[in-house]
């Protein structure tokens, strides 16, 4: 875990950064980060009832740095 809290060295206004080799806990970090929604068709609990772009499968929360600021998704 990294804090970028604005008094750290490294400081992106809020936020941190966590980090992990394990596959499994890191995409349930990412889907978290994203307010528990999902991309992947495949990955859907439901039918798509239409042509939508994500599903949303848990409550999650807005813990991304600002778009200007990411180096990498």
């Not at 307010?35 to 929360?61: C, K, M, N, S, T």
Request: charged share 20%.
């Amino acid at each position: 875990m990294f804090s970028f809290h604005p008094v750290k060295i490294v400081a992106t206004g809020e936020g941190g950064l966590a980090t992990t080799n394990d596959p499994l806990l890191a995409q349930r970090m990412a889907e978290l980060r994203s307010h528990g929604i999902v991309h992947e068709v495949d990955r859907f609990e439901r039918p798509a009832a239409g042509p939508w772009l994500y599903e949303q499968q848990q409550l999650g929360f807005n813990y991304r740095i600002p778009t200007s600021m990411r180096l990498w998704d």
